[in-house]
């Protein structure tokens, strides 16, 4: 480990915005860096002047002439005022927590958890604060980022820092046992939810789209989604292909930026071949170094002929191709019509089409840099351009499903936005039901309801001996549960599959970035892990504390219609109670820290989903039974009420193992 004076220099987070001196003007982006889109700017000119002066109100007044024509340039040039000249000049990264300066334990793991958010390593458009998603802010501009580090490193134990999407309100009075810091992002009056609404808000600097564990500062990189992948991969050979082994079958589908990037691991996982386009070089290019694409191919006969050979040799392996999802699909479904040949076998779509107009789905027969700039030049085309591709992806995917190819949406808006755009994509005697299910409503669903979810944990000390040490304590874990007498089979099923995930995650080499894991556990697993966790730091035998945590994308943490609850069936999937509630219930039972967003996976307006952080210390294993056991079950009892079977079971499990859960159950002939 390095000594402590190599981290002398994050002293500077104690100091606020650094402005004196100023530092020198952003000359233009940095072509080494992956830059997000260039944004909307659907602002009149006095708004556009309200814009500016909105990211003023950060500096003291004699430097607003300066600023100010800079920042008037940065939102004409790129549609927001990210505030490039205060972009830190030191690496952001997950440093080892004892070296944050900050007064609390639970401030310094906060910091922790940003600094990760933004590497480079991590973060899909690290210097315009995009985590993930296209647009998954973390914050909406530098300036917020000196401040927020200020007041952590201020904060003591009776104050809570709000944040505004994006915006540190401020330190606040609270006791002891309140959150340190409690987020909201993108929360709008109902009426004012619409793409447009959000163009306008985040250009005026007033708003921002928080992902999910982007604005929340949970997100561990794409391993954070590479076990529910891996599970709706496995899942959907057993219930589809009617296989238990995915050998020789290949998985075709899209996208490597943020969250995407965990597919090409996923398939390597589930054993099977993984064909992953992507129109951007530099994605690949990382995924490829990363070692998560075994390998890469620009040309699409060769790419034909390469999963042929791998069929044929039932290979495990990943393939990126680079260029455009509709050419593969197209050129597939060509290759059926010439040949008989259905070389497909599972297919899904991971483009980011929460934002599809804003450089989140790329259109067919253009450049990704064509593309880029049409976005800004001519947006009327562009959208014209975006629909005709997914008509054409409909068309080419439908040709390959009728040859006997299983595909479902994977929670991006893919089937919402392929019927906005005109495609044949819903049941004719039904037009309010596409002929197509979410990987929710067709496989993931009965998993949440059951109460197992993505759980994660990040070891703040930086060691990857600590992750090890923990890894071998959820196997032992899991194994304790599995001994458990009269376990549900499918309950069984899960831990079992959990427990070998979790046995194999170290060669899968999946971290990047924080030292951190995720697995599928239900509230016994999680607490079960979090009092494992409490007892290896209390004993020293951990070298820092552990923050746990989950996706938002979870057993209660998001109300989403086209996805988490798509498979609420008594009409209340369009409500955001749960999420609500969720939020809620986890700051008043002592998370570190809360969130609630509004927008996540399918887009601004479609989803209210929140997220928790609590920082085991060794000491706290009862605050982490209160928060998980309510965190888990308030969903799993809301699926109960809505009518879901597996729902009902769990329910009812969690009561006979713990009095003080008394729920109301439906009656149902």
Not at 289 to 305: C, S
Not at 539 to 563: N, Q, T
Not at 574 to 581: H, L, R, S
Request: proline share 5%; charged share 20%; glycine share 10%.
């Amino acid at each position: 480990m390095n000594s402590e004076g190599n981290y002398e220099f994050l002293k500077i987070l104690t100091l606020g915005i650094p402005i004196n001196p100023l530092p020198e003007k952003y000359l233009g982006r940095d072509p080494s860096v992956p830059h997000a889109p260039i944004r909307k700017v659907p602002l009149s000119s006095e708004e556009k002047i309200l814009a500016v002066t909105n990211a003023l109100r950060y500096f003291p007044k004699n430097l607003h002439s300066i600023l100010g024509i800079e920042f008037e340039e940065e939102l004409k040039i790129y549609g927001h005022i990210y505030m490039y000249r205060f972009l830190p000049k030191f690496s952001l990264q997950a440093y080892p927590i004892q070296y944050f300066p900050a007064k609390l334990l639970e401030a310094r793991a906060i910091m922790v958890m940003i600094f990760n958010n933004l590497d480079p390593k991590v973060a899909q458009f690290p210097h315009e604060l995009v985590t993930y998603g296209g647009n998954g802010q973390v914050l909406s501009n530098w300036a917020q980022f000196w401040v927020l580090m200020k007041y952590l490193s201020e904060m003591g134990n009776n104050q809570t820092l709000s944040m505004y999407s994006g915006h540190p309100m401020g330190l606040f009075p609270s006791t002891l046992t309140n959150p340190r810091l409690i987020i909201t992002n993108g929360m709008v009056i109902p009426n004012y939810s619409s793409s447009n609404d959000y163009d306008r808000n985040f250009a005026l600097g007033v708003s921002m789209y928080g992902q999910m564990t982007a604005g929340s500062y949970c997100y561990i990189g794409p391993q954070g989604i590479v076990h529910g992948t891996t599970i709706t991969l496995l899942n959907g050979g057993r219930k589809f292909l009617k296989t238990d082994s995915l050998c020789g079958k290949v998985f075709l589908t899209s996208g490597l930026g943020g969250m995407s990037g965990a597919q090409a691991k996923a398939a390597v996982i589930a054993g099977c071949i993984g064909v992953i386009a992507e129109v951007s070089w530099d994605a690949l290019k990382k995924r490829h170094e990363q070692g998560w694409v075994v390998e890469i191919v620009k040309d699409l006969d060769q790419l034909v002929n390469r999963i042929r050979e791998a069929q044929k040799n039932k290979e495990i392996t990943s393939i990126g191709y680079y260029g455009n999802i509709v050419n593969v699909w197209e050129k597939l479904a060509t290759e059926y019509e010439k040949t008989g040949d259905c070389l497909v076998d599972l297919g899904s779509d991971q483009t980011s089409l929460h934002i599809p107009y804003d450089g989140g789905y790329y259109p067919v027969d253009l450049s990704y840099e064509e593309a880029q700039g049409m976005i800004v030049t001519n947006p009327t085309k562009f959208k014209s351009l975006v629909q005709a591709s997914l008509r054409r992806q409909v068309i080419a995917i439908r040709k390959l499903t009728n040859a006997g190819m299983f595909f479902w949406d994977y929670g991006n808006a893919f089937l919402l936005e392929s019927m906005r755009a005109g495609a044949e994509i819903t049941c004719k005697s039904n037009p309010e039901k596409f002929i197509y299910p979410s990987y929710v409503e067709a496989i993931m669903g009965d998993i949440f309801s059951l109460g197992f979810g993505p759980f994660r944990w990040v070891c703040t000390s930086g060691d990857p001996t600590d992750l090890e040490k923990t890894d071998a304590a959820a196997a032992a874990e899991f194994v304790k549960q599995l001994e458990v007498p009269d376990l549900d089979p499918a309950v069984r099923r899960l831990y079992e599959e959990n427990l070998q995930w979790i046995r194999e995650a170290s060669n899968h080499k999946m971290v990047v970035g924080s030292q951190a894991r995720i697995l599928y556990s239900d509230a016994i697993g999680r607490i079960g892990l979090a009092k494992r966790f409490n007892e290896l730091i209390k004993s020293g035998e951990l070298k820092g504390p552990v923050v746990i945590s989950r996706d938002h994308h979870d057993v209660s943490g998001a109300d989403s219609p086209f996805r988490e609850t798509a498979n609420i069936t008594d009409g209340s999937k369009y409500t955001a109670d749960m999420a609500v509630q969720n939020f809620i219930g986890d700051g008043i039972r002592g998370a570190t820290w809360v969130a609630l967003h509004n927008g996540g996976g399918v887009g601004w307006g479609e989803v209210i989903n929140g997220g928790f952080g609590l920082v085991l210390d060794g000491n706290n294993t009862h605050v982490a039974e209160n928060v998980l056991t309510w965190d888990v079950n308030n969903g799993i009892a809301r699926r109960a009420w809505a009518g879901n079977e597996n729902a009902r079971i769990a329910i009812k499990r969690a009561m006979q193992l713990n009095p003080l859960i008394n729920v109301t159950l439906p009656n149902f002939e």
